[in-house]
T-cell receptor
Framework: NAGVTQTPKFQVLKTGQSMTLQCAQD?????MYWYRQDPGMGLRLIYYSASEGTTDKGEVPNGYNVSRLNKREFSLRLESAAPSQTSVYFC????????????FGSGTRLTVV | SQKIEQNSEALNIQEGKTATLTCNYTNYSPAYLQWYRQDPGRGPVFLLL?????KEKRKERLKVTFDTTLKQSLFHITASQPADSATYLCALGGMDSSYKLIFGSGTRLLVRP
């Protein structure tokens, strides 16, 4: 089925550990995004990529890095995880036609202890 | 400062009634506004887009209005059903040349049978 695939679905990290969240889409979308969702705060943009080879910071980029590996894949890396990064992370992609909206993945629930 | 407000309290209504959810914003000038549905443990799913020059948009049982003077969008579900129970998110877009969205924190809708 066409869509956005995120891995892993769940992860527990110790403070200071690193990890990479993977995201891939098969809809040939140019734009991809990483959001985090915390209770009562809604979705906040971490980084986005308007096209292959470009990335830009969103609202809350500190502590994260991203790689747009190719048109399909956009990964999010936590170099040294902190408890404040405990959250649900969503990857999304979108076509240029805004009337189609974003397609989101099913999320990664990350806990940092 | 920029702000998007959705009612944080759950909306609890009887099956068959019309549900009306509100999205208010300040210090933004969006070119369009989108509405998403999110079920527990899942990513948001795109429902509708309305542009700044449109007053109203309909899709099946859904109706969205957009008042750029009041800086408000209303989202209506007519003849509501228990299956409509979910969290509904509004998102603003088109504030710059990118396709990134700014999301509200969502309102939970509960439809009682």
């Amino acid at each position: 089925n066409a869509g956005v695939t995120q891995t892993p679905k769940f992860q527990v990290l110790k403070t200071g550990q690193s990890m990479t969240l993977q995201c891939a889409q098969d809809m040939n979308h140019n734009s991809m995004y990483w959001y985090r969702q915390d209770p009562g705060m809604g979705l906040r943009l971490i980084y986005y990529s308007a096209s292959e080879g470009t990335t830009d910071k969103g609202e809350v980029p500190n502590g994260y890095n991203v790689s747009r590996l190719n048109k399909r894949e956009f990964s999010l890396r936590l170099e040294s995880a902190a408890p404040s990064q405990t959250s649900v992370y969503f990857c999304a992609s979108s076509p240029p036609d805004v009337s189609k909206g974003y397609t989101f993945g099913s999320g990664t629930r990350l806990t940092v202890v | 400062s920029q702000k998007i407000e959705q009612n944080s309290e759950a909306l609890n209504i009887q099956e068959g009634k019309t549900a009306t959810l509100t999205c208010n914003y300040t210090n933004y000038s969006p070119a369009y506004l989108q509405w998403y549905r999110q079920d527990p443990g899942r990513g948001p799913v795109f429902l509708l887009l309305i542009r700044e020059n449109e007053k109203e948009k309909r899709k099946e049982r859904l109706k969205v209005t957009f008042d750029t003077t009041l800086k408000q969008s209303l989202f209506h579900i007519t003849a509501s059903q228990p299956a409509d129970s979910a969290t509904y998110l509004c998102a603003l877009g088109g504030m710059d040349s990118s396709y990134k969205l700014i999301f509200g924190s969502g309102t939970r809708l509960l439809v009682r049978p």
